[in-house]
């Protein structure tokens, strides 16, 4: 659930006054997609999150505040034109032009979480080679977080995000050669990242939540305990079979 109203908020960069939708909070109920896409965040609150000035085109969460870039950059070719990529979704373009402030400023951590949003709404509006691209965009922004001083936790949840970045970029063959070999020190994680390596041998590149990879081991796991089972008897049936010779 959402909760949200209306704000006239004056844009940092021109001066101008324009009213906004703001989310005072946005709950989620659910299991998270396995790049974390919260459960039920819908095309509407993803594009509303970020704010657009009407006038000069600044994008921000909140564009009262000071801009961290200079307004030149705000004016420039590249960034009104998204590095003259073609969006289908404006929300994307909103969270590409975030991506590109935060790139300007080697904000690492607010450069991936912009550009992840920005291939969740290409998702929305079925724009798969641009979903395709942020992906890898945000591919490079993990590897930069992952490099700097995080805790242990930190790093494994950012590995586990990028095997699901790189399945669902249709690098199969690195998720399979990359997480083979890599333990985690949660089991939950572990079973996730097997669940990313049998759909990456499958050349799957479809989404999926946490909860489906849990089910998938559970189910997996009864099966083998059938199989295994059934072996046994087998095994028995076979030395009774000796013994009564």
């Known amino acids: 659930m959402s909760l949200c109203y209306d704000e006239e908020i004056q844009c940092s960069v021109c001066g101008n006054k324009h009213s906004f939708l703001v989310y005072a909070s946005f709950s989620s109920f659910g299991p998270p997609d396995l790049d974390q896409r919260p459960f039920e965040m819908d095309k509407k609150v993803l594009k509303n999150m970020l704010q657009k000035c009407p006038f000069c085109g600044y994008v921000a969460y909140d564009i009262s505040e000071p801009c961290p870039v200079d307004s030149r950059f705000i004016h420039s070719i590249a960034y009104r034109t ?55 965009l945000a591919i490079i922004q993990i590897d930069k977080l992952i490099q700097e001083d995080n805790p242990k936790e930190t790093v494994e949840e950012l590995l586990l995000i990028k095997a699901d970045l790189l399945r669902r970029s249709g690098r199969f063959s690195e998720v399979v050669r990359d997480y083979r070999r890599i333990r985690f020190s949660n089991e939950k994680m572990n079973d996730i990242r097997i669940y990313e390596i049998k759909m990456a041998r499958r050349k799957n590149s479809k989404c999926y939540t946490v909860d489906d990879a849990i089910e998938y081991r559970k189910q997996e796991a009864r099966r083998n305990k059938k199989e295994l089972h059934k072996k046994n008897v087998q095994l028995w049936l076979e030395h009774c079979g000796h013994f009564l010779q």
């Open 82 to 136: 998204c590095e003259w990529r073609f969006f289908l979704s404006s929300a994307a373009r909103r969270y590409y032009k975030q991506y590109l402030i935060a790139r300007k400023i080697t904000n690492d951590a607010e450069a991936y979480d912009a550009v992840l949003h920005a291939a969740w709404a290409c998702d929305d509006s079925h724009d798969k080679r641009n979903a395709r691209y942020c992906r890898q």
